[in-house]
């Protein structure tokens, strides 16, 4: 197995309130990303990152940011949570993005906003 | 808008039958792959297409990827439970990103 690991594994918080999450990986990987999976959603992209400090936006990013100081390390930030970013939080890398890279997935973090 | 669309969303059959499983867009991409997630777990990597027209097979799990490279089906012969799960696809898009579609969650009952 991919050496991911994601933390927190399952997080209550309330709205408005920060919150960070973690992902550690230890294959040394380029490329990590983040995705957020709701039923009837499927796995939609929020932030990337190409290296450390270089990140882009996916397709829902708005209300997060990310940061990458160092290579085994990928932060997910809601500066402000709210009840729609309830979800459930997977954190992917890959090697390269050549056509037949494959991505490893964490375990998911399961968020709740109250 | 969701780039990849996925049909079925829901499929239950009993063991021993076999299914189809489709995958589909307007996008062209330069490569898809079809992963299968368990409940609790992250998608973990079936199989990855790269040419039009291309067929794999796993086993009993046969893909193809179409020729203008904007959709894929994932055909499973003889269904058994431990194919129960969600099965999704992905297509790498400009090089740099992976986009999933919306997944079928898929029930083999003995």
């Known amino acids: 197995d991919a050496g991911i690991t994601q933390s927190p594994r399952h997080k209550v918080t309330e709205t408005g309130t920060p919150v960070t999450l973690r992902c550690h990986q230890t294959?040394?990987?380029?490329?990590m990303y983040w995705y957020r999976q709701d039923p009837g959603h499927g796995l939609r992209l929020i932030h990337y990152?190409?290296?450390?400090?270089?990140?882009d936006k996916g397709e829902v990013s708005d209300g997060y940011s990310v940061s990458r100081s160092k290579t085994e390390d990928f932060l997910l930030t809601l500066e402000s949570a709210t009840s729609s970013q309830t979800s459930v939080y997977f954190c992917?890398?890959?090697?390269?993005?050549?056509?037949?890279?494959?991505?490893?997935f964490g375990q998911g973090t399961r968020l709740t906003v109250v | 808008t969701q780039l990849l669309e996925q049909s079925p969303q829901f499929l239950s059959i009993q063991e021993g039958e076999n299914l189809t499983v489709y995958c589909n867009s307007s996008?062209?991409?330069?490569?898809l792959q079809w992963y299968r997630q368990e409940p609790g777990e992250g998608p973990v990597l079936l199989v990855t297409?790269?040419?039009?027209?291309e067929v794999k097979k796993l086993k009993r799990l046969t893909f193809q990827f179409g020729d203008a490279r904007k959709d894929s089906s994932l055909h499973i012969t003889a269904a058994q439970t431990g194919d129960t799960g969600l099965y999704l696809c992905?297509?790498?898009?400009?090089?740099?990103?992976?986009?999933f579609g919306s997944g079928t969650k898929l029930n083999v009952k003995p």
């Open positions: 297409v790269v040419t039009g027209g």
């Open positions: 992917a890398i890959s090697e390269s993005v050549q056509s037949n890279t494959e991505a490893f």
């Open positions: 990152s190409y290296g450390v400090k270089d990140t």
């Open positions: 294959e040394n990987h380029r490329y």
């Open positions: 996008s062209v991409f330069s490569s």
């Open positions: 992905a297509g790498a898009y400009n090089f740099n990103k992976f986009y």
